[in-house]
């Protein structure tokens, strides 16, 4: 039987769909997760997408909990810079406690830094983290809303 062709080979499987990036944002069309890392951005990103989403609370949360938190770190930086003022105007020893308070401002900046990026990555693995102090308020605020 040297006259008969080859079997040709079966076609390939189709390919698999790929990965599901999440739920989509409602309103933004944004996976979820990323919605909710950019929605982190202190302040700017907490406001746009608080006001974007209307659906999915856990961007909403996140945009709240960004609000807080910005307007936190504002503050912070202005009572720091009030007490850097205070600390550099004192007679004799401000040289001291000038340059002593920058080291202090710049680490509790640091520290407010860290905090962000620690709050995005939460956020865009998937997973509702409280920052301290400010994610109780911002659970009581969308709370408050939803009623």
């Known amino acids: 039987m040297p006259d008969q062709e080859p079997i040709p080979p079966p076609p390939p499987p189709p390919p698999s769909p790929g990965p599901e990036l999440g739920p989509k944002s409602t309103s933004t069309g944004l996976p979820s997760n990323m919605a909710a890392a950019i929605a982190c951005i202190p302040l700017v990103g907490g406001i746009v997408f608080y006001i974007l989403e209307k659906h999915d609370s856990f961007v909403r949360f996140y945009a709240m909990q960004s609000i807080i938190f910005g307007v936190g770190w504002i503050l912070i930086h202005i009572g720091c810079a009030i007490v850097s003022g ?40 998937g997973v509702r983290w409280e920052v301290p102090y400010v994610g109780p308020i911002a659970r009581k605020q969308m709370e408050a809303g939803a009623a």
């Open 86 to 125: 205070l600390f550099w105007h004192i007679p004799g020893i401000g040289w001291f406690f000038g340059p002593l308070w920058g080291l202090v401002w710049w680490l509790i900046n640091l520290a407010l830094f860290v905090l962000f990026v620690v709050t995005v990555v939460k956020a865009f693995t």
